[in-house]
């Protein structure tokens, strides 16, 4: 499975990016998929993860209730919404995958990564 991740830039505070990831792979829809970001220095952190059949969802507490997780299985795609963006949300925001339908937060789980995409949270 190859990923990348695109839809970074620089964001006025309280924008609404959407991140896309694309994935390449025929059996892609039997991956486990999650968005981490990472500030330079600071360990990669979880930020939200979908299970392979859809049906079970996490968010880093931080971003509940802003922050959306999708996936389109059609088009071997993953979104991350984005709303009500902080500073603190500056990061560079990876892509991830795992085999599998169980969903996970650590790093550690997933095989694959996307190369990243930095959003800029301007103030």
């Known amino acids: 499975v190859q990923l990348q991740a695109s839809g970074g830039g620089l964001v006025t505070a309280g924008g609404s990016p959407r991140l896309s990831c694309t994935a390449s792979?025929?059996?892609?829809?039997?991956?486990?998929v999650g968005w981490f970001r990472q500030i330079p220095g600071n360990e990669r952190e979880f930020v939200a993860a979908?299970?392979?059949?859809?049906?079970?969802?996490y968010y880093e507490d931080s971003v509940k209730g802003r922050f959306t997780i999708s996936r389109d299985y059609a088009k071997n795609m993953v979104y991350l919404q984005m709303n009500s963006l902080k500073p603190e949300d500056t990061a560079v925001y990876y892509c991830?995958?795992?085999?599998?339908?169980?969903?996970?937060?650590?790093?550690?789980?997933?095989?694959?990564w996307g190369q990243g995409t930095l959003v800029t949270v301007s103030s």
């Open positions: 979908l299970s392979g059949s859809g049906g079970r969802i």
């Open positions: 792979g025929p059996t892609f829809s039997a991956y486990s």
């Open positions: 991830a995958a795992r085999p599998g339908v169980t969903g996970a937060t650590p790093a550690t789980e997933y095989r694959y």
